[in-house]
């Protein structure tokens, strides 16, 4: 089993922050834009995604500390839940000591009995009618729905992708992760939740997806949004730049004077979801240099003609 600080190279007591500059050091070197054709890589980028998936959220992080959730975010065995007819369910329709078969067998079992003491449920009339299926009768026609719940990174639910997930029967299975997927979203599996009785269907695992948050990607719909820093000279002169998307980096030109705020739409950029496509925004925030440069101040003195005045007068703050 896989150890999500480890991929990391973070240790456990690692604060919110460091977890993101780890992740943001590993996926700016292991990118695909980097390494093309790398499956290797390619690989690894999607392991460091992952982790960053749980450890990156704070209640998910706090699941996996205590053994709630496993490397892949798929939830464990509640273990015992609460008591129902001398059985064991847990709170979230889970069940973990109950044996389905074994039911099936009992109320199989109970039906026929009931059927062949003469009763009316399930006999037949004195028309000649066929008698009525003893699972019919009981009003249940199939199998429990049984519920799972796994954490994914925010670009492979804009890309889609393939998760595995351990069943409460103790198998394994790979699902697929359809692009353009929503955080809450639930993944179907027919009949691969509990067994029906009597000969009846199996019940589904319904999936739930949740979308871990991003350190810099949020999502509208189908729209893709992105605050990007740019130096003050950038927005003066303007130019073209290099911004990053979930499906890989784009040069952006922008424009002359640009102010914070501004607001480029990349179009067909965003989310598709069947036939539908979204855009992707990014809003320009001029940042300027961490530690005092004299230069600049020097320049802007020049240059300043207490332009800001009129603007705030433009604004109608003064």
Do not use: C
Not at 70 to 92: K, L, M, V
Not at 104 to 109: E, K, N, R, T
Not at 258 to 266: A, H, P
């Amino acid at each position: 089993m896989s150890d999500l600080y480890k991929i990391l190279g973070v240790p456990r007591g690692a604060s919110q922050d460091e977890l993101k500059k780890a992740y943001r050091e590993l996926a700016k070197k292991l990118h695909p834009d980097r390494n093309k054709d790398n499956k290797t890589v390619a690989d690894e980028f999607k392991r460091v995604s992952a982790a960053y998936a749980v450890l990156g959220d704070k209640d998910q992080r706090a699941k996996y500390d205590r053994g709630e959730i496993d490397d892949n975010g798929n939830e464990r065995p509640a273990g015992f839940g609460r008591q129902a007819h001398g059985r064991q369910y847990s709170s979230n329709n889970r069940y973990d000591s109950f044996d389905f078969e074994e039911a099936s067998d009992v109320f199989s079992s109970f039906f026929r009995s009931a059927a062949g003491r003469g009763g009316t449920r399930g006999s037949s009339s004195s028309s000649g009618k066929a008698k009525q299926n003893p699972y019919e009768a009981a009003g249940r026609r199939r199998g429990l729905d049984i519920n799972y719940q796994i954490t994914i990174g925010f670009e492979e639910s804009i890309i889609g992708g393939t998760r595995r997930i351990s069943l409460n029967d103790g198998r394994s299975l790979d699902i697929k992760v359809p692009a353009g997927i929503k955080d809450g979203q639930v993944i179907r599996l027919t009949g691969q939740g509990g067994p029906g009785v009597g000969g009846a269907p199996k019940g589904d695992a319904l999936v739930e997806v949740s979308v871990a948050p991003h350190p810099y990607y949020k999502r509208d719909g189908l729209d893709i949004l992105l605050d990007l820093p740019i130096s003050l000279d950038e927005a003066v002169l303007g130019g073209d730049i290099m911004v990053p998307t979930p499906k890989g980096k784009l040069t952006i030109r922008i424009p002359k004077n640009s102010s914070t705020g501004k607001r480029l739409r990349l179009k067909g950029k965003g989310v598709q979801r069947g036939e539908e496509l979204g855009n992707m925004y990014v809003t320009l925030k001029v940042m300027l240099p961490s530690e005092r440069d004299l230069a600049l101040e020097k320049l802007v003195k020049e240059w300043g003609t207490g332009g800001g005045d009129a603007l705030r007068r433009k604004a109608g703050l003064n």
